[in-house]
């Protein structure tokens, strides 16, 4: 079996030297990228966070460390179900977002804010949580260190959400990349990495699939098309067309209209006691 931290290291190395590649806590910073999740949320477009919170089983009283927790996407119900919750989130506009999303589901309770990136988490710091959450925030440099900071942080479990396979914005970037940008993309590691990881490390995770079940559509082409160019840096008219060009090929539409991907693809909860 190959080093799996080592495998998970030298993709993202790969990653981090694309041309235009922005790193999760950049990416998530941006103005437009936050206020589209936050749309999704409220519209209830990300139906796959009833299946994250259920998996969790989570009991009110108990104190949570969401790692990554974006504009709130778990840790504003989790608080709202009675329970402590922390986040490490590094980007203010999220911050400024998980209010918004507070205020919408009418949670009174605070929610404790660490503001930095997990991997700049001094471990010392950080004291212990019954529960200790990763929502699609694993873009971290270095896997084994993560997951170590995770475990020991945990009183009762841990709880990884990640890609199971390569996402439909991992597709699109793959095959237009180079087209772009005139360099290869290189998807993120997926869970089969995590779990190695994990393994290796001497602790013998749960796992189990789940379908992303994002219903998140696009009312035209051209809306699709701006998303993409936001998402890939590409607002030369030459690239949208090659963007537009893709997406018409692939975009199905749906029962009310909507322009929609045929596949969100699934992701894995990888999970372990204490």
């Known amino acids: 079996m190959n080093d799996a931290n080592i495998e998970w290291q030298e993709i993202t190395n790969n990653q981090r030297n694309t041309a235009k590649y922005k790193t999760s806590a950049e990416f998530f910073s941006s103005q437009i990228i936050v206020d589209k999740m936050v749309k999704n949320l409220k519209n209830g477009a990300m ?38 919750v922390t986040v490490v989130e590094p980007s203010q506009p999220m911050k400024q977002a998980m209010d918004e999303y507070r205020r919408y589901l009418q949670v009174e309770a605070d929610i404790s804010v660490i503001p930095e990136v ?92 789940y379908p992303m079940r994002d219903e998140r559509g696009y009312p035209d082409l051209r809306a699709a098309t701006d998303d993409y160019a936001d998402r890939m840096g590409a607002h030369e008219e030459w690239q949208k067309e ?16 909507s322009l929609f991907f045929p596949e ?4 894995a909860h990888i999970s372990w006691k204490i």
């Open 47 to 84: 139906a796959r966070v009833t299946d994250q919170l259920a998996a969790l089983g989570i009991p009110p009283g108990a104190s949570v460390l969401d790692i990554g927790a974006g504009p709130g996407t778990l840790a504003v119900p989790l608080a709202k179900e009675g329970c402590r």
């Open 118 to 209: 997990w991997e700049d988490v001094d471990p010392e710091n950080l004291g212990t949580y019954d529960y200790i959450i990763s929502s699609f925030a694993l873009s971290v440099p270095n896997l084994k260190e993560a997951l170590t900071k995770m475990h020991q942080a945990a009183g009762k479990e841990v709880h990884i959400f990640w890609f199971m396979n390569d996402t439909t914005w991992d597709v699109t970037y793959t095959k237009l990349w180079e087209s772009l940008h005139g360099e290869k993309y290189w998807p993120k590691p997926k869970a089969d990495v995590v779990w190695n990881c994990l393994y290796q490390m001497g602790i013998y995770a749960d796992i189990a699939a």
């Open 242 to 257: 090659i963007i537009s060009g893709y997406l018409d090929s692939v975009l199905v539409r749906g029962a009310n209209g």
């Open 264 to 267: 969100e693809g699934k992701y």
